[in-house]
């Protein structure tokens, strides 16, 4: 399909091997990689990957499924790879919260944080006070499609925060 259209093709939020991006990126079946960095061995792992991809010349845009730890090592990444596209975020008042309004996104960037680690101050209180008690993540694949309107809609993973 790549091969036959014009627009760029993106894939890789699911794949969780280097072996699985070199298929992909030998296939020529994407210019365009979004590995979940919760999924897919974490920065040093993915940053093997930006190169193989470097080869190929694509480009990777993370994936962002697992909250506002994972974003913070998504711009680790980003900032540290030739080839970076852009980053996703999913900005909830609990994700801001939780993360102590260390990540902001302003006119549409992201300032990396200068702070030690991922830059992010976690409020442990809040994480104990909200554990996840689920038997599987939030990202199964379902039969009906996200409708904000009617309430099959995905609010990141994230609970509401009490008024």
């Not at 969780?16 to 296939?27: C, H, I, P, W, Y």
């Not at 040093?44 to 994936?63: G, I, R, S, T």
């Not at 540290?80 to 919260?97: G, R, V, W, Y």
């Not at 694949?141 to 995905?154: I, L, S, T, W």
Request: glycine share 10%; aromatic share 6%.
């Amino acid at each position: 399909m790549a091969r036959n259209v014009r627009i760029p093709v993106a894939t890789g939020e699911r794949l969780t091997t280097k072996a699985e991006f070199a298929a992909v990126l030998r296939s020529g079946a994407a210019e365009i990689l979004q590995p979940a960095l919760g999924r897919a061995g974490g920065i040093w792992e993915m940053k093997k990957v930006a190169a193989l991809a470097e080869v190929f010349n694509a480009q990777l845009a993370p994936h962002l499924y697992a909250g506002p730890v994972e974003w913070a090592a998504n711009i680790q990444l980003a900032t540290s790879i030739p080839n970076i596209l852009m980053a996703e975020c999913i900005e909830t008042p609990f994700h801001d919260a939780l993360i102590k309004g260390s990540l902001k996104v302003e006119a549409g960037f992201i300032t990396p944080p200068e702070t030690p680690g991922l830059g992010i101050t976690v409020d442990e209180a809040l994480a104990r006070a909200h554990p996840f008690t689920g038997s599987d993540l939030h990202l199964n694949m379902r039969e009906a499609p996200c409708d904000y309107q009617n309430g099959n809609n995905f609010a990141g993973g994230a609970p509401p925060l009490e008024g």
